[in-house]
């Protein structure tokens, strides 16, 4: 057998293996995974109290534990009652956006009939009927599918309480067995392989998730900021939606903000559109400094390979796909590359 052919078997193995991992493993561990990254975060924090205020470790890491919990949790509050009451006054105005839609799609179908020299009434009958299918498929279809899954709505809230328990212990239990698990570290005989892999992974995914993380986040404050300052009055709403769009592969903040400047400027709300292009200028000048600054070279992606890897994570494990794809594709390279190093 060749070489070559040595390192292809190897490379289709090593693939099939990071793919078994993250589809059946990874998510047992997650919550030990989280938990050893925010040890690690906040080691030095917890190192710093403990040394100033001469108490252990263990309850350093409680303080900082308890503190940042509460501080994400009154976050999440807030930016949820908005989100929620904004919801609320979507629900509540949707017949008006209705009527006004209606208006609006009824000027069209008379213009086009005009234009067209078409028998008056008819392009609104052909649209009425596709109304009513789609009313139709919407009380059929989709409604009961909402209400059977309202169950695992409150499963996954259930889930997720769950899993940030654990997450809370278990970071405890990192920082006081610290010592002891870099011990068992050393006297692993894969130590060498390990450090290899880890080190390049811990460098490479996590200044890719630490990017994404913080690009998303930035998006989302600027989207909410600016569209609140305009007097949008679903200011979170959209906010928060641009900022999940901005995460997609091919998608981002364009795919909304850009034809909306352009409705602005057919519209002649010349404002409205400067305000919005403002808003959207902001977003990808950001993404394109932060992701320069913050990855560089560091990945050792090109822009194509990310994208066809996050495409390839989306289809393979759904939205974490989005983040298992680049993360998995390191993971093999760095495997791939550390075997035939040695």
Known sequence: MTRKQKRAIFFIGTTSAVYVVLRYLLPLVVPFILAILIALIIWKPTQFISKKFHISETISAIIILIISSTLLVGFLYIIGGLFLRQIETFVDKLPIYGELMIDKITNMCIKIEK??????????????????????KVLGEIMPYIMNNSVSFFTAIIEITTVAAVVFVATIF?????????????????????????????????????????????????CIIGLTLIGNPYGVLIGVFLGILDALPIFGTGTILIPWVIICLFAGKWIQAAEIATIYVICYFLREIL??????????????ETMATMYVGLKLFGIMGLFLGPIGWIVIKEIDKTYNMT
Do not use: P, W
Not at 116 to 134: A, N, P, R, T, V
């Open 115 to 136: 234009f067209f020299q078409l028998k008056d009434g008819c392009m609104m009958g052909y649209l009425s009927k596709i109304l009513e299918q789609m009313e139709e």
């Open 174 to 222: 990192c920082i006081h067995e610290r010592k002891l698990i870099l011990h068992k570290k050393e006297q692993s005989m894969y130590l060498r392989e390990i450090n290899l892999i880890t080190r390049r992974l811990g460098s490479v995914g996590g200044a890719y998730l630490k990017t994404e993380f913080i690009i998303m986040f930035l998006t989302t404050t600027v």
């Open 291 to 304: 992701e320069a600054k913050l990855l560089g070279e560091r990945i050792g992606m090109t822009a194509l």
